[in-house]
Structure formats: C-alpha cells, structure tokens
C-alpha cells in the first residue's frame, strides 16, 4: 500500500505542479498585494513546498521503513491539506462571483485572478488524488496492509 500512496502522492504532486505553473504564467506572484480574494503568494508556495517536503519523506519512508518518517509525512500531508482547501474555498468563491472568460491572446495577468486559470479537472483531479493520497498514507502509518 506504500507503494500506491507513493504513486498517488506523485500523480497529485503534477496536477499541482500544473496548477502553479499556470498561476506563476498568469501573474499569481504579482497579484499578492492586489485587493480582494485571492491566492496569496505565501500560501500557494507554502502548499507546495511541504508537499514536496512530504514527497520526499514519503520516498525515504518507502525506502526505509522508518514508521517515524511516515507519520511526520502524513501530519506534513495533514498540514498541506487544510491549506489546499483554503485555496479551494477562494477559487470556489471567485468561480462563484466573477464570470470566467477565455482571455484573448496578449491579455495580461492583470486580467482576473490567475488562479481562476486553472482547468477544472486539474482541480477535481488534484483533490481527489490528495484525498486518496491522505487516507493511503495514513493507513499505512497506521500498519494497515502491512
């Protein structure tokens, strides 16, 4: 089973990976200090960098079997969750207020929230792989399927 949360836990990391890649594309960094509900800087980069932090634990966990490691990656896991679904709460409330419309080419990323550029099935699919990946890690710190 540690072997599927590792898989999960990577496919994951991509969908993620995409979404901040299209965030930095469209100008997420320098709309931190605009006004109103967005992804701010500090938490999109705080979620990534302790799920990477995490991902790498979880590498050494599999390689180790050090029941430390998987725990310390799951409350990492746990931590990158909660921040993930903050970040879902203000997509979801911007999808919610502002019509979202194809930005013509040449627009800039003072267009919107560049976080409103994420495809929704990157979205749906990262969530649901996170979610996947969290309960895996935990049954497995748990020793179940061992």
């Not at 990391?13 to 800087?41: N, T």
């Not at 310390?72 to 903050?86: P, R, Y």
């Not at 550029?117 to 890690?137: D, K, N, Q, S, Y």
């Amino acid at each position: 089973m540690k072997w599927v949360a590792l898989v999960t836990w990577v496919l994951t990391a991509g969908g993620g990976f995409v979404m901040l890649g299209l965030w930095l594309k469209h100008g997420g960094m320098q709309q931190g200090d605009e006004p109103g509900d967005r992804i701010r800087p500090a938490r999109i980069l705080g979620h990534f960098g302790l799920a990477a932090t995490g991902l790498v634990l979880w590498i050494i966990y599999v390689a180790s079997d050090s029941d430390a490691l998987a725990w310390i990656a799951f409350v990492l896991l746990a931590i990158v969750a909660l921040m993930g679904f903050s970040m879902l709460a203000i997509w979801l409330r911007q999808r919610s207020r502002e019509p979202i419309v194809a930005a013509p080419a040449g627009v800039g990323p003072g267009d919107g929230p560049a976080e409103q550029r994420f495809p929704v099935p990157i979205v749906a699919g990262h969530g649901l792989l996170a979610a996947t990946t969290l309960v895996l890690v935990l049954l497995v710190a748990l020793g179940v399927g061992d």
